[in-house]
């Protein structure tokens, strides 16, 4: 058998944590509990002290991103045209951001017809920028200024129909990490991107040895000193 790639485990270990959490209501010490059974389980060579701080980074993160049994979506051609036409950087990035969430909730839902319901503040969260509430009201209505989307009637309804998905266009791009829409938009258009060798989370690429994120650097300088006091002390002994 072939020995399991540690960032596909990883990529396991996250998805597992989101569900224990979400579906079944699970808190972190439960989630830590069982991840550690599922690595009994999976792995013959598993080793707790090496997967203790990945495990416990899991746990304490499940909570912070829904889980979504969405493989990914496709962007088509017509799309990424549509958006690069409006050549305002900001504004390219929130009608990509709002695209995938659209694509997103017609996944989930078959009936969802290009509806997009999520708060402004998540979707500017989403979207990587960062702005006042008035200018985010003023940047939506731009877009609808432009046509390309709508907002719905009922004033305490804060839903956005977006208008300008070409279903019939070719699939170009897919995105499988709805974590930071607006630098999936800024790497398509060539900006200096790169995903954290741990998370796959997009970083800004700011030197050709940066690898990490800098959450996952700091996982990593701690494990590193966790072996090295360990190896230490056995060694005294
Ligand atoms: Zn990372």
Known sequence: MESPDPAQIRSSLGLLARYYYFESGCQKEDIMEKLDAFMERHYPRYHPVDWSLSIEKHAARAAKYPLCQCPGIWVTQQELQTISDINHKVLERLAFTLLCLARFRNFRNEN???WVNDSNAEIYKLAC?????FEKDLKLSQLRDMGLIAFAKK?????????????????????????????????YKGEPYIRCANCGILIKKTS??????????????????????LQHKQRRH
Request: proline share 5%; charged share 25%; net charge positive.
């Open 112 to 114: 969802n017809h290009d």
């Open 129 to 133: 920028i960062n702005t006042t509430a």
């Open 155 to 187: 004033v305490d309804n804060p839903s956005i129909h977006v208008l300008f998905l070409h279903k019939e266009s070719e699939p170009v791009l897919f995105i499988r990490d709805f974590r930071k829409l607006g630098l999936e938009w800024r790497l």
């Open 208 to 229: 050709n040895s940066k690898k990490y994120c800098p959450e996952c650097a700091q996982l990593s300088a701690a494990q590193k000193k966790y072996h090295w006091d």
